[in-house]
């Protein structure tokens, strides 16, 4: 588990050593409610504004999600789980020193001359905790983060945060201190001596009426208008200088020249999904994706479009013919074979690689089977990356797991019901085969609390 691999990926010690990112979306069922603890509630809270509601031909959502704080005390706590290895400490993956790189005219993302594929599952609320008895944005435990990391990681809140308290900008052109800062650059820090490689998503398609409503500009036709406003464009730039310029209070490095930061993501879920609120023009992809590569020359630029391909319309995304925007990214909810059948050609004739970003891993919403999903992403070889949402960690008292009510949430390793638990082992025994690992017949153990550091 803890040994130097060929292959490695985002962020995943109790899977295997290595890590992910991720994002969201508009309208495409039940999962799109996942994010919309922060986004709702802190809108409503600072803007008075009411919650949000997105349709579809087939669906209509409310864009909230319920959390369930810490246990009370004296409450019983959950059962403990000891089967296969026991994950503790850092453990022995080598600390980050080199970039995560990918060739001109190949798909394959490299790391020092090793293919590397980019696996695991997403955690978003690793800086600003989802623990619904604190006030929006508090900052998440630190004995909460090095559990998180022990397990996986998806840095959504680290790279996402604005409007409201403790964001890295509270307001428009206003920015945090270093109390704000400290979880960011302690996550990213902590994430590095785990051995592990994070990606940094710069907005999200829900975020983005954040800064629509700070400019006065109109939220219709899906805040389309949030890619053509020149204030807003200017926003986004001064967004992207502030996270790569800023040095890390841990390690002293800045977030652009730390390695362990594998790739800055345009944004997450952009356009939702198959496009459903309207790709982002090119004009936008090759500001977005020009402003972060001045900013930061070695890292990977992930474009966030949310899918390459409409199905319906024949649509394909605009960022396809970005020329630094070097891996594309999707999200299946449902799981659909045959939508990434369409895909994976158009990915290949622009050399891009292609990062499944977000995936439904339960029974419960339909698609394709699970184990043919995985095994038809295991044909495409090392260059396709793939993680699944979300996993959810215990309270600070390492007592219960945190309640989060989208359907998706793994509440690793024995939280869920049986038929979950056994479809965890499938995607992890997947994760290890797509790297060249033999897989476990049993899930890791993972030790709550984590020793400090």
């Known amino acids: 588990m803890h040994g130097r691999v060929n292959k490695a990926a985002l962020l995943i010690l109790a899977f295997l050593p290595t890590l992910i990112s991720a994002s969201f979306d508009g309208a495409k069922g039940p999962h799109h ?31 909230a999600a319920v959390f369930t704080s810490s246990p009370v005390a004296n409450a019983a706590c959950a059962s403990s ?41 997403n955690i978003y609320w690793l800086c600003n905790t989802e623990d619904s008895s604190e006030p929006v944005g508090t900052p998440t435990d630190k004995g909460r983060v090095r559990e998180a990391l022990a397990i996986a990681i998806r840095l959504h809140t680290c790279g996402i945060s604005l409007g409201y308290d403790y964001a890295v900008e509270p307001t428009l052109n206003h920015w945090a201190g270093a109390q704000a800062w400290d979880i960011h650059d302690y996550t990213i820090y902590a994430a590095g001596q785990y051995g592990l490689r994070v990606i940094l998503p710069l907005t999200d398609n829900v975020g983005r009426y954040t800064n629509l409503r700070w400019r ?3 939220q219709g036709n899906w805040g389309y208008q949030y890619y053509l406003n020149r204030g807003i464009i200017v926003d986004y730039r001064n ?58 020359k ?41 939508l990434l059948k369409a895909e994976v050609p158009l990915v290949a004739q622009h050399n891009k690689g292609f990062l499944l970003g977000e995936y439904d891993w339960t029974n419960s919403f339909g698609g394709d089977s699970l184990s043919s999903y995985l095994t038809y992403i295991e044909s495409l070889g090392s260059y396709m ?27 690793y390793p024995n939280g869920n019901t049986a038929d979950l638990q056994a479809n965890i082992l499938l995607v992890v025994q997947h994760w290890y085969r797509v790297r060249g690992l033999t897989p476990p017949s049993v899930l890791n153990s993972v030790q709550c609390p984590q020793p400090v550091f």
């Open 239 to 296: 967004y992207v200088n502030q996270l790569t310029t800023r040095v890390n209070s841990y390690n002293g490095l800045k977030y652009s020249e730390d390695p362990t930061i594998m790739a800055w993501e345009t944004g997450n879920e952009l356009g939702g999904y198959i496009g459903h609120d309207g790709y982002p023009p090119f004009n936008w992809t090759t500001m977005a994706t020009a402003q972060i590569r001045a900013m930061a």
């Open 81 to 121: 789980y000891t089967g296969g290895t026991m994950i503790t400490g850092t453990g022995t993956l080598p600390k980050p020193t080199s970039f995560v790189t990918k060739q001109v005219n190949s798909q394959q993302l490299y790391l020092d001359g090793a293919k590397y594929t980019v696996v695991g599952p």
């Open 216 to 218: 006065n500009v109109d």
């Open 385 to 411: 990356g793939d993680m699944i949402w979300n996993v959810m960690g215990h309270d600070t008292q390492c007592c219960n797991y945190i309640q989060h009510n989208d359907g998706y949430s793994m509440y």
């Open 33 to 63: 409610q996942r994010m919309m603890k922060f986004h709702e509630k802190r809108a409503s809270e600072a803007a008075g504004s009411a919650t949000k509601t997105a349709s579809s031909s087939s669906t209509t959502i409310t864009k």
């Open 298 to 338: 070695n890292q990977l630029i992930i474009d966030g479009t949310n899918g390459v391909y409409n199905y319906s319309t024949k649509a394909k995304a605009p960022g396809l013919g970005s020329l630094l925007a070097q891996i594309m990214s999707d999200h299946g909810y449902p799981r659909n074979i045959a």
